[in-house]
């Protein structure tokens, strides 16, 4: 009896395995699950002048679509992954352009389908003229990121890799391109397939005894089950662990510089970013709306925000600048007020100085005293500053970069080489994934029945397959997509 019951535990495993597999197809299977959809054009690179342009088409018969209007060869006796020189023509014969045509065959390219690339002149009008001669041929026009779409629906990469692609382009510093280049390799989904196969793994032990519950057989080592969980669990955490540095290492560090009038903010800024960025003059209260630039430091990106002094006023354009300035405090990720040395610090300064620290919370809060150079002798100003510094001078501007960098990843889980979870779409579903796991652990640990873990580890399966693409609906798609460039 036994014997028979581990012969369906092994029949129950690989069954289980083989549904939920997650591993890449190998080619020849790649290419029977190629579909070739309806053919898509679009301009692949950005509008406007420049030395060349590159219109892209994909789908059932590309080839024999552009073949239709090349001068200079036969395309469609031509291998893949070779490029043609000729002409487009348009349904009259006129030469629309001179072109380079690139050729690749199903199931090798970006989207697995057939795929013409045509280069041609860089120019908006021949760009477009090129474009509409394609479309004529019965080519439709390809929707934003649905190239990428195909290559995702047939099998080329995973969801999380095809986020990447965008992540990718809309990269705005060094890091978030590192980044998009590991979630891109499938660093991402090879922690998910684990994390997918311990489950699996999991719910195999726990249903197999549901199946004999009447011959109260126990295939499930509860203790194993127990361990297993538990280290999923935790393995998870410290992936969500990670999601705060990634998305300030996406999205960039919101810097905010507030401080009384004339504290020196917009002359930071401008020497931070190399450039006259803010009106900067000895009048208070110049500044009457939050500026925002962009600014890296080390491969991080910061969103540096110069807001408007901080003071009662009756101005009522001042006084709107002020309520934004508060605003873009409690936003921020990273707080610096400015002090000016120059000015003897007041009861008042002292006690705002005092509650923006407190108001902070958890955001990392930073004191600089500014115009050192011309700075008023005191011998006790009895306030800790971080650092005190002259913006115009450029004395100790390096020494602050360092120090912003490093309060904006201070107690963040960073580390260049590691991987990060920088979408919270991923976010939420490992977090769910997660909740579902701590379930059932709590279910075994009350001595639940397999029903209950079973339901539990299924959810959890379902959740970790919606990141990779395993499991998901048309409007994740849709929202997913609906990101990306048309072209790309």
Known sequence: MITICMLIKDIRLLILNAMENTTAPTDSKQENSITEREPIAAIATPVGEGGIAVIRVSGQEAIAKVNSAFQGTDLATKESHTVHFGNIVD?????????????????????????????????????????????????????????????????????????????????????????????????????????????????AMVELELDFVEEDVEFANKEQLHELLTDLDEEIDNL?????????????????????????????????????????????????????????????????????????TEDVVEAEGVKRSQKAFEEADLAVYLKDLSQTLTPQEREDIAQFQQAAGDTPFVLIGTKNDIALQVDDERMSYDLKISALEGEKVDALKQLMKQRALENKHYDASSLLVTSSRHRDALQKAQQNVTSAIRALDQGMTGDFLSIDLRSALKDLGTITGEITTEDVLDSIFSRFCIGK
């Open 240 to 312: 969500l662990a990670t999601y705060e540095t990634g998305r300030l290492v996406k999205h960039g560090v919101r810097t905010v510089f507030i401080g009384l009038p004339n504290a020196g903010k917009s002359t930071l800024l401008n020497t931070l970013v190399g450039k006259d960025r803010a009106i900067v003059t000895d009048i208070a209260g110049t500044t009457r709306d939050t500026i925002d630039v962009d600014w890296s430091y080390d491969g991080i990106r910061f969103i540096l925000t110069d807001t408007a002094g901080l003071r009662e």
């Open 91 to 203: 349904a009259e014969g006129a030469v629309v352009d001179e072109v380079l045509v690139t050729l690749f065959q199903s199931p090798k390219s970006y989207t697995g389908e057939e795929t013409v690339e045509i280069s041609c002149h860089g120019g908006v009008l021949v760009t477009q003229a090129v474009l509409e001669t394609i479309l004529a041929l019965g080519v439709r026009s390809a929707e934003a990121g649905e190239f990428t779409q195909r290559a995702f629906l047939n099998g080329k990469m995973e969801l999380s890799q095809a986020e990447a692609v965008a992540d990718l382009i809309h990269a705005k510093s060094a890091k978030a391109l590192d980044a998009a280049h590991q979630q891109l390799e499938g660093k991402l989904g090879k922690h998910i397939k684990e994390f997918r196969q311990q489950i699996i793994d999991a719910t």
